[in-house]
């Protein structure tokens, strides 16, 4: 089954400093979805990877798919209180995208 | 917008207990998921919905069962809670697009004692 390890499992950042969080699959990712959680509440998805190499931003938030496709990074430029959360990443399974398998996620906190 | 709600937040039950928890959609998407979250687990599928009347097991799916009579509709039953289903429960509907992103439910937080 695919297995999905994020890295750090906690992060304290100081207001406007980069940071980066790191989701490494087992297998081949299919397809690999960024998700926010705000504490004790749903999931908000933020964006989607598919081809080796692919990178997409939204707002200050920047993801990439490695060559490999099995590494995904995501970066926040100059964070805000704004982007304290749990960032998860979750894999499309091999039958299908419809099946997501997700890491255990990254706490984010932000300090003003 | 997409809506999903679930309907409580926060719900107390026995052990032995028949529990229901139900989520609603408002956008007519085929798929329905519900998971559960636990620290240091992650999200874990317990079932899925790509139909009315249709459904799939997940990764653990043992201690529930679920209903979908209405394609807006996805019921979690759990026929009689213990203390290790204590979890925050998650649904989730999927529109089958290129992307299949998942809209999320605000959760339910099950506390069975």
């Known amino acids: 089954s695919q297995e999905l390890e994020q890295s750090p499992q906690s992060l304290i950042v100081q207001e406007g400093k980069n940071l980066t969080i790191n989701c490494t699959s087992s297998k081949t990712l299919y397809g690999l979805y960024w998700y926010k959680q705000k504490y004790g509440e749903g999931l908000i998805f933020l964006m989607m990877l598919q081809k080796g190499g692919e990178e997409k931003s939204h707002e200050k938030i920047t993801a990439k798919l490695d060559e490999k496709k099995q590494q995904s990074s995501l970066h926040i430029t100059a964070s805000q209180p704004s982007h304290a959360g749990i960032y998860l990443c979750?894999?499309?399974?091999?039958?299908?995208?419809?099946?997501?398998?997700f890491g255990t996620g990254t706490k984010l906190q932000v300090i003003p | 917008d997409v809506k999903v709600t679930q309907s409580s937040r926060y719900l107390v039950k026995r052990t032995g207990e028949k529990v229901f928890l139900e989520c609603v959609q408002d956008m007519d998407h085929e798929n329905m998921f519900w998971y559960r979250q636990d620290p240091g687990l992650g999200l874990r599928l317990i079932y899925f919905?790509?139909?009315?009347?249709?459904?799939e097991k997940g990764d653990i799916p043992e201690g529930y069962s679920v209903s979908r009579e209405k394609k807006e509709r996805f019921s979690l039953i759990l026929e009689s809670a213990s203390t290790n289903q204590t979890s925050m429960y998650l649904c989730a509907t999927q529109f089958p697009t290129l992307s299949y992103e998942q809209y999320f439910g605000p959760g339910t937080r099950l506390t069975v004692t």
């Open positions: 919905s790509y139909d009315v009347k249709m459904k």
């Open positions: 979750g894999a499309a399974t091999s039958g299908g995208y419809q099946k997501v398998t």
